[in-house]
């Protein structure tokens, strides 16, 4: 059977112009379609807000359309939407096309930095004080028992601006405690607090107890500050102000780092306690010797290894160990010893050929906070000392400034700061020797005259 070649081609531009006319060689119009003479509106341009009507929408998220409307921009084969911060439609259309035109004139980058500019970063808060501990302890040179001695008196100087306390010493109450000072931000603190603090607490201090009592707070509270300011040196204030948002002033700005004015006093007399000495045990008179002799701090005495005593010079020597490192570089120094203490030492050497340490105790420990003494005599040294009349807080720190208080007297202030190992002899003279007035007589006849 031949094909209809005219019907065939009739049938392919029926399917071309989207009607249906099976095959049928007789096509016929609806008469819909025969009335229609109105010409359909030309589509809307470009520039118009009708025609941007049109191509806003929301966007749908997760399966969720979104409240406000995007429109779609296409540049260089990359799509990009827009969220025109509006639900309105005649608003997102004129945002739409005023964007679209800016995208002609300027670019798509830099239109949309133009339609959203980024917000101005917000200042950062300045960090907290546990912030700021954990960067100044990563740049610190000191010791890790010292920088836990400048935190520890840091949370106090804190606590008492801020007006945080413990509930009690129970540890879990201390550790809320500390988590509460710590998370007090540096800006919080001001240098005017700080001193407001210091007068209330100094004037509760003498309404309760007096000028006495005065003088003692103001003590602890210099050594307090004293200590705290140390990590905001201005080496450590440097670094950590590279990577943390610190405030200005900062805490302690200002803040005199205030000398002690408790001078040591002399209660006793350095050679009767000598005397009395005697009768201790050879572990423990070593021990008396060591801090009243040689003038040496309880943790250099306490690690204090035979190779660093020299029996025929008759000296000790003051350097860095394997468990030992000196406070400062004037720690390091050679002391002499009397006659009498070396050979004490020297009948102890043959006693213990095997002794590492001069002072019998424990294994060395290693220490990150605090320190671990090893010698079993500091304990029986201490109590000997109360029942001799020594009434210091401090009772073995009191037989190094005794040591520091004779030497003063038979060699003056300079020999006193190398023997005890101090940088400056403002620091012996404050708080290491006993110094008194000289007797102004002017009645007594000079010598030699009749």
Not at 21 to 44: C, N
Request: with cysteine.
């Amino acid at each position: 059977m031949r094909t209809n070649t005219s019907e065939a081609k009739k049938h392919v531009e029926n399917e071309k112009s989207g009607t249906q006319a099976g095959h049928t060689s007789v096509v016929s119009r609806f008469p819909a379609d025969l009335a229609k003479t109105e010409r359909e509106p030309d589509r809307a341009a470009k520039s118009s807000i009708e025609y941007w009507k049109n191509k806003v929408s929301p966007r749908v998220v997760r399966g969720v359309p979104t409240a406000e409307l995007y429109v779609r921009f296409r540049d260089e084969g990359r799509d990009t939407w827009v969220c025109l911060d509006t639900a309105n439609k005649a608003d997102a259309a004129g945002k739409a096309r005023a964007l679209w035109l800016n995208v002609k004139s300027k670019g798509l980058d830099v239109a949309l930095a133009e339609f959203h500019p980024k917000a101005e970063a917000k200042a950062d808060k300045a960090c907290t004080f546990a912030d700021y501990v954990a960067a100044a302890k990563a740049v610190a040179t000191v010791r890790p028992v010292v920088l836990s001695k400048y935190q520890t008196c840091l949370r106090r100087v804190i606590a008492g601006v801020r007006g945080i306390a413990s509930k009690s010493d129970k540890r879990a109450d201390r550790l809320a405690w500390a988590a509460k000072v710590d998370a007090v931000r540096l800006d919080q603190i001001t240098p005017a607090d700080v001193r407001a603090w210091q007068k209330k607490d100094l004037d509760a201090a003498r309404a309760e107890g007096g000028e006495v009592a005065k003088d003692h707070r103001a003590h602890t509270l210099a050594s307090h500050l004293r200590n705290a300011r140390a990590l905001f040196s201005k080496a450590i204030v440097a670094e950590v102000g590279k990577t943390l948002t610190l405030p200005s002033p900062l805490p302690f700005e200002g803040i005199a780092a205030t000398a002690t004015t408790r001078r040591f006093v002399c209660e006793l007399d350095p050679r009767k306690l000598y005397a009395a000495a005697a009768g201790l045990d050879p572990d423990t008179r070593t021990a008396f010797d060591l801090l009243l002799c040689a003038g040496l701090r309880r943790g250099e005495a306490d690690a204090l290894p035979w190779a660093h005593v020299d029996l025929a010079a008759g000296t000790v020597r003051i350097d860095v160990t394997e468990h030992f490192r000196p406070k400062s570089k004037e720690s390091f120094r050679t002391v002499p010893l009397p006659p009498d203490v070396v050979k004490r030492l020297k009948a102890r050497r043959k006693a213990e050929p095997a002794a590492a340490f001069v002072l019998n105790g424990s294994a060395p420990r290693l220490a990150a906070y605090g320190y671990e003494y090893r010698a079993e005599a500091w304990a029986p040294l201490t109590a000997w000392l109360k029942t001799q009349g020594m009434a210091d807080i401090t009772p073995l720190h009191a037989l190094r400034k005794l040591s520091g208080s004779f030497v003063y007297a038979v060699a003056g202030l300079e020999a006193a700061r190398r023997h005890l190992g101090h940088s400056t002899v403002a620091t012996t003279a404050a708080s290491y020797v006993s110094t008194g007035s000289a007797v102004v007589d002017l009645a007594a006849k000079k010598k030699g005259a009749k």
